[in-house]
C-alpha cells in the first residue's frame, strides 16, 4: 500500500489576488514562456515524451526510494513504471491512463483503475505538464486570464488562470524577469471526495533535449512536500500505442 501510495504522490507532482484581464495579455505571457524555454517547435515536441525520475520519503514509518520511467502522450495517455525500495526490498509497479481507461500493475497483478482516482491521476498529470502544453495554451479551446503578481520564493511572479472544458481550472505562476514557469497550482477531489490543494514547483532549470526544463520539481499535497529529481527527458514526437496499452 505504501509504494502503491508514493507512485500516486509521484504522479500528481492560491495566493495571487484575482485582477482578470482578456486572454491577450494571457498570451503575452505564454509566448514569453515559450521563448524562454527554447521556442515553440521545440518545446511542442513535448506532445509526447518521456523522462526519468527519483523520489525519497517517508510513509508509515519507513524510507521509501522510487525510480520512474514516465512516458505521456497527449492530454489522455499516461504511463509510469515504477521501481521501489522499502525496507531492503525491490517493488515493482506501473499506472497506465489510457483515454477514459486505466489499469495498475503491482508486483505482476494487473487491476482496473477505479474512476476516481483514475480522475485524480488525470487532472494532476494534466497540471504537471503545464510547462509542456504552454504552444496548446494557444489554442481557441484554452481560456487565460492574467491574475496579480506575487513572490515565489525570492522570485517576482504573474499568475495566469487556465481554464479549458471539462478540466480543472489550474493556475501558473511565470516568473516575471525570465518567463519561466515556476509553479502550478489546482484544486482536486480525491477518491473521499475531499478537496486537496496542490502545489508543483518546477525548479533548477536546466538543458535537456534542446529545451530549458526543471530537474527538480517540488510537490505539496496539502500540508506535505516532496521533492522529484528529473532527468534524461526526450521530446518523442509520437509514442507506439503499446506504450499505453493494458499491461500484460
Given at each position: 500500500m505504501q509504494f502503491l501510495c508514493g507512485c500516486l504522490i509521484a504522479s500528481v507532482g492560491f495566493a495571487a489576488a484575482a485582477t482578470q484581464t482578456d486572454d491577450a495579455a494571457g498570451m503575452e505571457i505564454i509566448n514569453k514562456a515559450i521563448k524562454a524555454a527554447g521556442s515553440g517547435d521545440k518545446v511542442a515536441k513535448l506532445k509526447a515524451g518521456t523522462i526519468k525520475c527519483?523520489?525519497?520519503f517517508q510513509e508509515g514509518g519507513q524510507d521509501i526510494a522510487?525510480?520512474?520511467d514516465v512516458s505521456w502522450q497527449g492530454l489522455t495517455q499516461f504511463r509510469m513504471d515504477a521501481e521501489a525500495q522499502v525496507q531492503g526490498m525491490t517493488k515493482n509497479a506501473s499506472i497506465i491512463i489510457n483515454g477514459d481507461k486505466g489499469w495498475i500493475k503491482d508486483e505482476g497483478k494487473v487491476k482496473d483503475i477505479p474512476n476516481e482516482i483514475a480522475t485524480v491521476l488525470r487532472e494532476t498529470?494534466?497540471?504537471?505538464?503545464?510547462p509542456h502544453l504552454l504552444p496548446e495554451l494557444k489554442g481557441k479551446e484554452f481560456k487565460t486570464s492574467v491574475l496579480g503578481e506575487m513572490k515565489i520564493g525570492d522570485r517576482a511572479a504573474i499568475g495566469v488562470a487556465i481554464t479549458l472544458k471539462d478540466r480543472k481550472e489550474v493556475t501558473v505562476y511565470f516568473d516575471k524577469e525570465n518567463g519561466l514557469p515556476l509553479r502550478t497550482d489546482v484544486r482536486v477531489m480525491d477518491p473521499n471526495g475531499r478537496e486537496l490543494e496542490m502545489?508543483?514547483?518546477y525548479r533548477d532549470y536546466k538543458e535537456m533535449d534542446g529545451l530549458k526544463h526543471c530537474t527538480r520539481l517540488g510537490i505539496r499535497v496539502q500540508d506535505k512536500d516532496y521533492t522529484m529529481e528529473l532527468s534524461e527527458l526526450r521530446a518523442q514526437g509520437t509514442l507506439d500505442a503499446s506504450v499505453f496499452a493494458e499491461p500484460k
Open positions: 527519483k523520489l525519497a522510487i525510480a520512474l498529470t494534466y497540471a504537471v505538464r503545464m502545489q508543483f514547483a
